[in-house]
Structure formats: structure tokens, C-alpha cells
């Protein structure tokens, strides 16, 4: 008798447990996204994967956030961001992730990425009316090569879509850049893909008068971005009178945001949460700690 009352206490004990784990990340707020289709190249179709707000009123504008997934160019998808893109929308943003042509589904190159990427901006700003976004506050974000053309789309003129219509400006307002590829020169990442044409797609390389706000969250151990490199990005930054943060994390590598411990995740979404409202694009407190449970 005493052994079964203490076996049901046990099983209380354990389900109590797992309820209080339970209720602490139920506070996640989970937005289901919606797919348009920005771009049609031969059979390709890419798309738009759009988180609008909870409480959305279609009569509201709204600022944005577009999300690149990395994979070196070669893989990846655009799930890689959902975690963002539902926080974000949580905080009234429109936050979107974007559809690329990656080389191990498309046999494509990275200018190929970049001219999707310019074209979903591109796409985003001549559709804003109905998309219910204001142009003038779109942000980029983006990892590792999905940072690059981010990045690109924010520094380089040029590597458009042939015949595409480019009245729309495919320049975003800020950028939110998490261990990106900003050089491809000698030396630097992904150059023996690029050669002597580094210069054309290569961030670090292009960076000029009136480039977007911008932040930068790397790992101090990446093997892929050396700090000095970013170190240099913002260098050359504040040299044309742009703002640029560079926020460090100790003794992590490459990518180290999107792997455990989740407190990676937490930390850069604060960090983008508050740069981004610094620049008018959020209001009120962050709220990605009471969502999130380390």
C-alpha cells in the first residue's frame, strides 16, 4: 500500500515537472507563415515565406524584416530563420524568409543568390501597398553566406536579374548580419569561387557613402570569419560615417546561434531586437527572454 501511495507520488511529482517545463515555453508565440512567389526563372519559382503579427490589421503599416539562410551558397533553406521570423512578427514586425537558388538544387553560383536576393527586396518594395510594409523600413538579416548577401544587397550596385525591373531600390534600411561572408577577396571566404571578379560581389569591397546601418554578432573561434575581418568591415563603416555595432561572443564557432545552447539564439535575437529599435523599427521592451527559457 505504501509502495503504490509512493509510486503515485512519484508519477505527480514527474508530471508536475514536465508541465512546469511545459508552461515555461508555452510562452513561445508561434505564427504560421504565408507563401508568395516573388521570382519565376524557366521552372524555378521562389518564394516569399511572410510572418505577419498576431493582432495584423490590414489597414496598419507595418516595418519589415527579410531573412537569408546560409549554407556556403551550395544548401540550406529558409526554415533556418522561423525561430526569428516568429519572434519578430511577435514584436510587430513583418518578418519574411526567402526561397534562393543554391547550388546543390539548382547548380547555380553565388550571383545567382544575389540576384534572387536583390529581387525579393526588389519585389517586397513594389509590392509594398498590399503587402502592408512601409519602404522605408525593410531590414535584411541574414548567416553566414545568407549575411553575405544581405550584406551585398546592401553595399554592391549591380548583379541584377537580366531585364528585371529595377525602379524599385533593392537596398535595405538596416542590416542584421550573423557571422557573415564579407570578403571574398584573396583570402578570404569563398574566393576561389569568385577569382578575379571578388571585387564585384565582395561586401568589404564595396562598402561606401550612406551604407546601411548595420550590426554584426560573430563567434571570436570562427574558422570560416576571422574577427579582424569584421573588425575591418566596421572600420570602413564608420570611415564613411555609417553606424555599425559589432557584438563578440567568446570561444564559439561558426553558426553558433543556431546550435545549442539555446542561450546563442537569445542572446543575438536581443541584440538584433534592440539595435533594430534603435533605429525606430521596434517599439517597447524585447521580449525573446519570456518567450525563451534557457
Not at 503515485?8 to 513561445?28: E, Y
Amino acid at each position: 500500500m505504501m509502495y503504490s501511495s509512493i509510486k503515485s507520488c512519484v508519477i505527480v511529482f514527474f508530471i508536475l515537472i514536465s508541465s512546469l517545463h511545459f508552461s515555461a515555453q508555452n510562452k513561445i508565440v508561434k505564427i504560421n507563415s504565408k507563401k508568395i512567389e516573388y521570382k519565376r526563372i524557366d521552372t524555378v519559382r521562389l518564394n516569399l515565406h511572410v510572418y505577419k503579427p498576431q493582432k495584423f490589421n490590414k489597414n496598419k503599416i507595418y516595418n519589415a524584416i527579410v531573412f537569408f539562410h546560409g549554407g556556403g551558397w551550395n544548401n540550406g533553406n529558409h526554415k533556418m530563420f522561423r525561430r526569428q521570423a516568429m519572434y519578430f512578427a511577435s514584436r510587430g514586425l513583418i518578418a519574411i524568409c526567402v526561397e534562393y537558388r543554391i547550388k546543390n538544387i539548382h547548380n547555380t553560383t553565388p550571383f545567382d543568390a544575389l540576384e534572387d536576393a536583390k529581387s525579393s527586396i526588389r519585389f517586397i518594395r513594389k509590392h509594398a501597398k498590399e503587402m502592408n510594409i512601409n519602404p522605408d523600413m525593410i531590414a535584411a538579416a541574414g548567416g553566414s553566406a545568407g549575411g553575405h548577401l544581405a550584406s551585398a544587397c546592401g553595399n554592391i550596385i549591380g548583379l541584377d536579374t537580366a531585364k528585371e525591373d529595377v525602379t524599385s531600390s533593392a537596398v535595405p534600411n538596416a542590416l542584421v548580419l550573423l557571422n557573415p561572408v564579407v570578403d571574398n577577396g584573396p583570402g578570404g571566404f569563398g574566393y576561389m569561387r569568385f577569382k578575379n571578379r571578388y571585387q564585384e560581389i565582395s561586401p568589404i569591397h564595396n562598402i561606401t557613402k550612406n551604407a546601411p546601418p548595420t550590426i554584426i554578432l560573430i563567434g571570436t573561434k570562427d574558422k570560416f570569419i576571422p574577427i579582424k575581418t569584421v573588425e575591418n568591415y566596421k572600420s570602413k563603416m564608420l570611415a564613411v560615417g555609417s553606424k555599425c555595432e559589432l557584438v563578440l561572443y567568446k570561444d564559439v564557432g561558426h553558426a553558433f546561434f543556431a546550435k545549442k545552447p539555446i542561450k546563442y539564439f537569445i542572446d543575438t535575437t536581443l541584440q538584433s531586437d534592440l539595435f533594430l529599435k534603435s533605429l525606430g523599427y521596434l517599439e517597447g521592451s524585447p521580449t525573446i527572454k519570456e518567450q525563451y527559457k534557457e
